[in-house]
């Protein structure tokens, strides 16, 4: 039995999808479908039902789809107890929102290639719900995002919150206390429409009865830390962050009265038979100092 017939119907399956599974092992849709319809020959029955455009797996899909997992889990066992696997380059899909790439996101990766040097890293920087669609397709591994992913094979659980500062320019903003009226009254800059941080802070003016002046939204943190160095307003930015760029920046926290809700992080990654991202995952949540024995996932 062609192993690699057995992996691409594996992720049709998972990805509900052929052209979603073509993209995942850069195939064309074409070689795709061959590769399910040389299985469906070998096995002499219907794995997929082709009848019009909804996806369907048959009674014998779904019976086969299990010793599928069976099939690719065992050689990936086989390949790992000859030491093929180690021996091979491990191509890690992340992707990350810009609060986690900012702060403790390549600390973590140089920990990791310290151990795994054959490891080659494919990061994608995006918004969370970009990134929580890019896992659902099947074009990322793991990814740490604002909201946590779901579906067939995803993994998901919340990580430590992200503490929220106002971040001032250590020279133009001297006050030593700030009220949300005075906050109000500068140029503030925050993440996207839509996003937590922006909806938190609007949502903060809204409870103390005030009016903020202007409100940008940003999705990159190195023009909102750029027009903060400039002079230009007060950004909302997560504590991490700016305790890195503070060193090389000229940075501040403001002292504010009334505190910005944290910014929600999670973990989502996909559980494969033939993936060592489970590992990866551990070590993740290793370096955050969170158990990975007592991961609560959904």
Not at 45 to 62: N, S, V
Not at 214 to 225: D, P, Q
Request: charge should be positive; proline fraction near 5%.
């Amino acid at each position: 039995m062609n192993l690699r017939a057995v992996e691409s119907f594996y992720w049709v399956v998972m990805l509900r999808s052929v052209t979603r599974a073509a993209e995942k092992l850069h195939l064309t849709q074409s070689a795709m479908s061959s590769r399910v319809a040389m299985l469906e020959q070998e096995l002499g029955m219907l794995l997929l039902d082709r009848r019009d455009k909804q996806f369907r797996i048959t009674p014998a899909g779904q019976r086969f789809f299990v010793h599928a997992e069976r099939l690719l889990a065992l050689q990936h066992e086989i390949l790992a107890e000859m030491g093929t696997v180690a021996s091979q380059p491990v191509l890690l899909k992340v992707g990350a929102f810009e609060s986690a790439s900012h702060s403790w996101l390549m600390d973590w990766v140089r920990s990791v290639h310290k151990v795994q040097p054959m490891l080659a890293l494919e990061l994608t920087v995006e918004t969370s719900p970009v990134l929580v669609d890019l896992l659902s397709r099947g074009a990322l591994d793991i990814a740490i995002a604002a909201l946590p992913a779901a579906g067939a094979g995803v993994r998901s659980m919340a990580l430590p919150s992200m503490a929220m500062r106002f971040v001032g320019h250590v020279d133009h903003h001297t006050r030593r206390s700030w009220t949300p009226a005075d906050l109000a009254a500068l140029e503030l800059i925050t993440f996207q429409r839509g996003s937590q941080p922006h909806v938190a802070l609007l949502d903060l003016f809204h409870r103390a009865e005030v009016e903020p002046k202007r409100v940008h939204t940003v999705s990159s943190i190195s023009a909102m830390t750029q027009l903060v160095e400039d002079g230009l307003g007060v950004a909302t930015l997560p504590e991490a962050v700016l305790q890195r760029l503070r060193r090389r920046m000229p940075l501040k926290a403001l002292n504010c009265r009334t505190r910005l809700p944290p910014l929600p992080t999670h973990l989502s990654w996909r559980v494969e038979p033939t993936s060592t991202v489970q590992s990866l995952v551990d070590s993740l949540l290793t370096h955050l100092g969170v158990d990975p024995d007592h991961q609560k996932t959904r």
